[in-house]
């Protein structure tokens, strides 16, 4: 990162950093932590100049003539992206740099939303997106994102397709869903802006929304009759919430019938990166399944209506190392006596040759609930062996997928549900019978009656044809082995020996909340990063509830007090940075005396040892008599782990330990008024400088927040256990 002062001009002064691809200019003394993110993301424009203001609504007077200096030069073309001031005033600064230049400039029309994948989305409403603007000529849309992928033009309206369905662009493409519920929609909308990232070929079409009634195979070939060729080309599609299908009809079949045209269909909602993302199942309430390996399936449309459709075919996969080396299509040597073969539903785990009904297994559609490890048991002497690999496949599989694998029979798969006998190679009522004993077969799928018998015929054993992987991954002794005594643990020391206390100390109120909190790490990647995020999550869980006083009590006191919470504390800093920060004003209210309130004003800067709770909203009613504003900047957002009952709060924060905060303004109460404490949290290497480069701005700032909380109404809904959290000014012990 360069950094200089721009030449003295008639106004303020301008700095200028380039920061990753951009040029940051900025009036105060320091860069904001948005326009750096920004400028670190935003990718290099080979026709433009990247260019993003850091400004704010204090503006000193001359600044527009002193950024103009900056770039008076005969230069390309400016991108232009603004922050913290509105979107007016972002526009208004495009057209008269552009008209004061004469340099065209491109900016997006309304506050972009940048994605995790570094994509600026500008929503196109009302002539929206990014927009060009020329000297003395009108401006002009360029598109939707950037940088444009190949397809943006075909996913750049909200497009009303019926009274119930409407299309609406997101980053990654569109989103066709019902219309009838916006609360259900607005929620899910965020998530799919965040998450899903934008890839330069492939346009993602996201059918339906959770919650919701299904949409309509209509709305999908309203949308799709509106699309060039160049967009049908692009266009893949991922089914997100229901939709109308009739019973057993796999959604790509539905839609190449409907629209009469091949469709390419993704098995799961991409997620991660544009380059390579990581595919998940979506369950029917919207949660992220299993990572499937089969990632784009062609569907053709049927010759007549009542002819058989043709299974889809496998456009691309994905292998990991760990299956080994390829020997053919879509199968790889795992040992030297099997073969993992990757399949629409799972793994399938078989010797080289291939079976009879292996057109059968391959066409089984996936269950977006269940991953399958396919035991093959065409001979019966082998399935003890496929299983023991099967098993030792899912120890090495990602944990998501690992949770929801289940062991299934090949023959259970060929005569199950799936595609019609017309359509695949074989007999479907053809019995493999074979003649062993009950020591050939040491699966959980065999009855007691059946392993009695000499002659089994291997579709009796479908009658409950599902094996769950238990979550410790090891299939056990063989029946009748004698146990084994564990080998002694080196589970640990650090934050390692931390997690273990924790995991021992809650027990079973630890393994209720881990069973629920795993489907929450794993539906949300920034939980995941580091190790054992689900303890660490679990950690935040336990804190957020009554078992966390112990901690606010050692850490506000005597942090040698308690061991076992120093050790607690440990796991919750390490869940509790993983969550989302907030940035913006947050409030407490504290019980103060006129001397405390003295002291306060007395001190420059106040320190708080441990967490420190907050709301992004006001409660309903205040326990104290003194309102606490705090200017947060790296606060972490409590809602995917608040507890349930009592101790549920709406909206809260929690500062982590060793902050500081800078006093701003200490007010007493008055007669029928509560007094006012305003604090703005110092970045980690900012001296307590008196007054700070963001005081005036931080104190503004609270205070519009507070006005804003008054004229909205808008509350916070605390539990009546957790109210006593909401109390404690930090710094003051």
Known sequence: MRTRQAPPGPGPAVFRHTVGNALVLHVGERISAAARSLALAIAADPDHDIVVLDLHDDLPAGVWASLAAVLNRPRRGIRLVVCGVPADT????????????????????????????????AVAASGGGWVRYRPRRQPVRESTRYPAPAWDTAAARFTPTSATGAVEPIPAGVWIRDSRDPGVVGSRWPWLAAAVPCQPEAMTVVL??????????????????????????????????????????????????????????????????PDRPELRTVTADGRLGWQPLVRELAFTPRAAPAAAAVPPRILSHQAPALLGDPVGPLTYRYARDAVVEIVQSGL??????????????????????RHALIVDDTFPARVRRFRELAEDLAARLDPATRARSVLRLASAVATGPGWPAGDVDGDPDDALTYRFTA????????????????????????????????????????????????????????????????????????????????????????????DEPVTDAVAVRLYLSAAGRAVDRALRSDPDADDGALLFARCVLAGAGRLPAHRGATWLSADLSAAELRGIAARRVLTEPGFTHALTEPPVTAAGNVDVLLWSMTARLTRLLEPVGEQHVDHRVIFLPGVRFVVLEVTAPGRDRPGRVL??????????RHPGPFDALASTSLLRSLDRWTATGRRSRVGPAAAARFTRLPGLV
């Open 679 to 688: 604090l703005r949290e110092l970045a980690a290497d900012e001296p307590a």
């Open 348 to 369: 399938w785990i078989r010797a080289a040759g291939t079976p009879r009904h292996a057109v059968r297994v391959r066409a089984h559609p996936a269950d977006p609930d």
């Open 208 to 273: 339906g929304c959770p919650g919701t009634p299904p949409l309509a195979v209509d709305d999908v070939a309203r949308f799709w009759r509106g699309l060039d060729p160049d967009g049908r080309r692009h266009a893949r599609f991922v089914q997100y919430g229901p939709v109308q299908s009739s019973a057993g009809e796999l959604l790509g079949q539905r839609l190449a019938d409907v629209l009469a045209s091949p469709v390419v269909c993704l098995t799961g909602i991409p997620v991660g990166r």
């Open 439 to 530: 020591a050939d077969l040491a699966l959980d799928e065999v009855a007691p009656d059946d392993l009695a018998r000499d002659d089994v015929t291997l579709g009796a054993l479908a009658r409950d044809d599902v094996v769950r992987v238990a979550p410790s991954l090891g299939a056990g002794p063989p029946a009748g082995a004698a146990p084994t005594r564990p080998p002694a643990p080196a589970p640990p020391d650090g934050l390692d020996a931390a997690r273990a206390w924790l995991r021992q100390r809650f027990g079973t109120e630890f393994d209720t909340a881990a069973s629920a909190i795993s489907r929450l790490v794993a539906e949300h990647p920034p939980l995941r990063d580091g």
């Open 90 to 121: 972002a526009a208004l600064a495009a057209q008269w740099l552009c008209d004061r230049l004469r340099r065209p400039v491109v900016t997006p029309h309304g506050r972009p939303i940048r994605t995790a994948s570094g994509t600026l989305f």
